[in-house]
């Protein structure tokens, strides 16, 4: 495995946990979050009930800003984000899209509609359809900055983040972390969203140079966990009850924190960005999954890209 990542707290002080920290007399290099903004629609009982900026990049924004408040409020981008959308995007002044900008293209912007059920959802059921009503142009290799990054986060939402894309990013940062959805997503003629076997694409085969690689518990059998953690640490999220970790030989639950979910959209990304930013700081992998349990209870207790108050974060 490219890096030990076991999220055994013996190995907590262990170099290969501290790989996302800069080493003494080196640089410290900014992140790189890859994926695109998108229009959210949330529709219940037939009715559109909500309209929100969204896109896994405005949710991993904005829990990385919260995160690091020093250098948000000095106005330092400690990470990059490269997205696209189109001249019809409605949330360029919008916290992350107006500090990170999108490359503008000639198609329209990435759109979802999000059909809930009205039925109580129960843990593991999906509680919401998907239908990509849009879809922007991809990334490419070219569009990313030509420098060095401490870490990536490929967070497509769209097939958007392409295979070529991925093996710069791995290039070009010192570790990748990777959400399943932007690797196995399919779309029907309708646009309803689909999952294909991670094993049949070609981001397979990058596997073996990519950190970690979350899925959530409805796309964990596409990913087929199994194979994969020999290949990297593989963290699936479980919505209410938090997330496990499997790496080669060994896997651990992390509680997740209490929360009346109001909407679940961006839970997922605002777990993996508050995972990444426990890396950063420099805590074990568990203890990195129980800071990205955290943000993703705090994301489905709003609607649309939450509000942190800085308290929140405090104690
Ligand atoms: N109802 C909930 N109560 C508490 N924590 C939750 C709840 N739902 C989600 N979370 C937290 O957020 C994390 C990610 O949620 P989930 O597994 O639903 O991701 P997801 O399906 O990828 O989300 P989405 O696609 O909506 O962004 C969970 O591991 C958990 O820590
Ligand atoms: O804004 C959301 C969010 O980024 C989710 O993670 C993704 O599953 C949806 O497709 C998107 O519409």
Redesign the pocket.
């Known amino acids: 495995m490219p890096l030990a990542a076991e999220p055994d707290d013996t190995h907590e002080e262990g170099e290969d946990q501290q790989l996302l920290l800069a080493k003494k007399g080196e640089p410290t290099l900014e992140g790189l979050v890859v994926g695109s903004y998108?229009h959210?629609v949330l529709i219940r009982g037939g009715r559109v009930v909500g309209e929100t900026l969204?896109?896994?990049a405005?949710?991993v924004s904005n829990v990385l800003d919260a995160a690091s408040p020093r250098e948000a409020e000095q106005g330092e981008a400690p990470f990059v984000v490269v997205s696209k959308v189109g001249r019809d995007f409605a949330y360029a002044s919008a916290p992350a899209p107006a500090r990170r900008p999108p490359l503008l293209c000639a198609s329209p912007t990435t759109s979802?509609h999000?059909q809930f059920s009205d039925a109580a959802a129960s843990a593991h059921a999906p509680d919401r359809e998907?239908r990509r009503v849009h879809a922007c142009d991809p990334i490419y290799p070219a569009d990313l900055p030509d420098r060095r990054f401490a870490y990536g986060l490929a967070v497509g939402?769209?097939g958007e983040v392409l295979p070529e894309t991925l093996e710069r990013m791995i290039r070009l940062c010192r570790a990748v972390l990777v959400d399943a959805?932007a690797l196995i997503r399919a779309f029907d003629g309708d646009g309803a969203?689909g999952h294909v076997a991670l094993e049949d694409t070609p981001y397979a085969r990058l596997l073996p140079r990519v950190a970690f690689l979350k899925a959530s518990s409805e796309e964990a059998p596409y990913v087929g966990v199994e194979t994969a953690r020999r290949r990297c640490c593989v963290i699936v999220t479980d919505g209410r009850d938090g997330c496990r970790l499997y790496w080669d030989g060994g896997e651990a639950r992390v509680a997740p924190f209490p929360a009346v979910q109001v909407d679940p959209?961006?839970a997922?990304?605002s777990f993996l960005a508050g995972f990444a930013a426990g890396l950063l700081w420099g805590l074990s992998a568990t203890d990195a999954a129980l800071l990205g349990n955290f943000f993703g209870a705090a994301a489905v207790s709003q609607v649309g890209v939450p509000t942190f108050h800085p308290k929140m974060l405090q104690g």
Do not use: I, N
């Open positions: 998108c959210d969204g896109g896994a405005a949710f979802f999000a998907l939402v769209a959805q969203v959209t961006g997922g990304d």
